[in-house]
Every structure is written in C-alpha cells, then in structure tokens.
C-alpha cells in the first residue's frame, strides 16, 4: 500500500539536544511539507519542498531545518534553537504544490522534550 | 496575511443530533479543503471545493462554499459514535507568486451514545 511513514512514533529528548524525525512517502508525490500540531490549534506550516533540492519556509520554521535530497524522504531536524519544541509533528505530501490537491499525512511523531 | 477562523471549538451533541461547523476567511479562497482527525489519528482528507456556491455531499456530510468564497461549512446529519473527532478545514490562496495553505484551528465533536 502507497503512504507515508514517520518514524518513530514517540521521541523523547533532553533539552539543548536536536533530534531528527524521520518522513518517507512512496507516493511518488513532488511536495512534501512538516506541520506542528500543538493541542487544541490548527496545523502550522514548518517546511514545505515542491521539489528534490529545493524548500521553502512556512510560518513557524525557526528552529528547524529539513533537507530533500530524494523524492521520496525529508526529514525533519528540530534543533536545540527551537524554544518549544514539545508537539505532535506531522509530515505530509500531495501530487502537486500546496493548497492544489488533497495532503496526505503520516501518523505523527509525538515529541517531548525535557 | 490570511486567516481562517473556524467555529465553533467544541461541540457536544447526543447521538442522532445534527452538527455543523463553520469556516471563515478574511480573504477570498481558490479552494478549501476538509479533514477529519480521529482521536490520536493523523488528518484525513475529506473533500475539496472550488466553486463558489458549490454544494457537495458524503453520504450524511455536505459540504458548502460561499457565494464570496471567504466561507465554508460541514453538516452532519443525524451523527454517529463514528463521527468523533476533529474537523479542520483549510484554506487555499496566492500570497505574491506562491500559493499558501492555511488551517483553521478545528472542531472537536464529541458524540454521546
């Protein structure tokens, strides 16, 4: 079955530590995108990619880096520069670029950091 | 830059009520888009629309877009245990050259036998 994987589900961190959160898709989906979920609230933009080699910033990217060097992976590094990092992050793609077709998520990571 | 109120943000009804959710935008939409998250779950894309006016339906969920496309609305008829959740629509529209996706902050539904 075609889908996205994050791995791992639960992550738990020391502050001052970064932490990388795994995001693979066999899609075959161009855009891939990282949003923070924290409770009660909508989802906030991270980091979006169009395409391999390239990323753009969402609304709340500081604090995190990703790279893209395949189609199918980005993942996503919270650093120890993020002030909150303690969220539920999710990672998804579409066929086309954002807000053209449906997104497809992964089932989250949960991270708590202490 | 824009913003997509949803209200409201939690809604307790008993098993058979209606519900309904609503999305407004301080900008004019290119589309908006539905999902549903279960508790502890990831969101699932439910329906997308880019007409204005246009009315769509999933089995007892119908879906509205305003006349401005700066509203939208879920409505569930005669709710399920199976309809628990969170719903959250998002909003779709070009900021400059780049087109941008924006989430409203969701409605919780709880849904008691």
């Known amino acids: 079955d075609g889908g996205i994987t994050q791995s791992p589900k639960y992550l738990f961190r020391k502050e001052g530590q970064n932490v990388t959160l795994s995001c693979e898709q066999n899609l075959n989906h161009d855009a891939m995108y990282w949003y923070r979920q924290d409770p009660g609230q909508g989802l906030r933009l991270i980091y979006y990619s169009q395409i391999v080699n390239d990323f753009q910033k969402g609304d709340i990217a500081e604090g995190y880096s990703v790279s893209r060097e395949k189609k199918e992976s980005f993942p996503l590094t919270v650093t120890s520069a993020q002030k909150n990092p303690t969220a539920f992050y999710l990672c998804?793609?579409?066929?086309?670029?954002?807000?053209?077709?449906?997104?497809?998520f992964g089932n989250g990571t949960r991270l708590t950091v202490t | 830059g824009q913003q997509v109120m949803q209200i409201p943000q939690y809604q307790h009804v008993q098993e058979g009520e209606d519900f309904t959710t609503y999305c407004n935008s301080s900008?004019?939409?290119?589309?908006i888009q539905w999902y549903k998250q279960r508790p502890g779950g990831h969101p699932v894309f439910l329906i997308q629309?880019?007409?204005?006016?246009e009315v769509k339906k999933q089995k007892r969920l119908t879906f509205q877009f305003g006349e401005a496309k700066k509203n939208s609305s879920l409505h569930i008829t005669a709710t399920q245990t199976t309809d628990v959740g969170t719903y959250f629509c998002a909003g779709s529209e070009y900021s400059g050259s780049a087109r941008q996706l924006t989430f409203g902050s969701g409605t919780q539904l709880t849904v008691l036998p």
């Open positions: 900008t004019t939409l290119s589309n």
């Open positions: 629309l880019v007409k204005s006016g």
């Open positions: 998804a793609s579409s066929s086309t670029g954002i807000g053209n077709s449906p997104l497809h």
